[in-house]
């Protein structure tokens, strides 16, 4: 009987450089689509920027006359 034996640099490439090769692939895929949905649309979505510290919305003060009602009684008086 001939038996079916793998040389070493064989083995080596089954057990160690596939596997090795195959979860780099699988987190370079992971790394492109992350980056591409940051730039594309995370850093666009307020909540995601205000977590991460990206923009500061500039606070302006809301001005006295900002309702109808209010502009209204203010014409009224003399």
Not at 11 to 37: D, E, H, Q, T, Y
Request: glycine share 2%; with cysteine.
């Amino acid at each position: 009987m001939e038996s079916c034996s793998l040389a070493y640099s064989d083995r080596l490439n089954l057990v160690v450089v596939r596997p090795i090769l195959a979860i780099s692939f699988v987190f370079s895929l992971l790394l492109v689509g992350w980056f591409l949905a940051w730039k594309l649309l995370l850093v666009h979505v307020p909540l995601v920027q205000e977590i991460f510290g990206l923009k500061k919305k500039p606070s302006l003060p809301k001005p006295s006359t900002r309702h109808r009602f209010s502009r209204f009684y203010n014409t009224l008086r003399p």
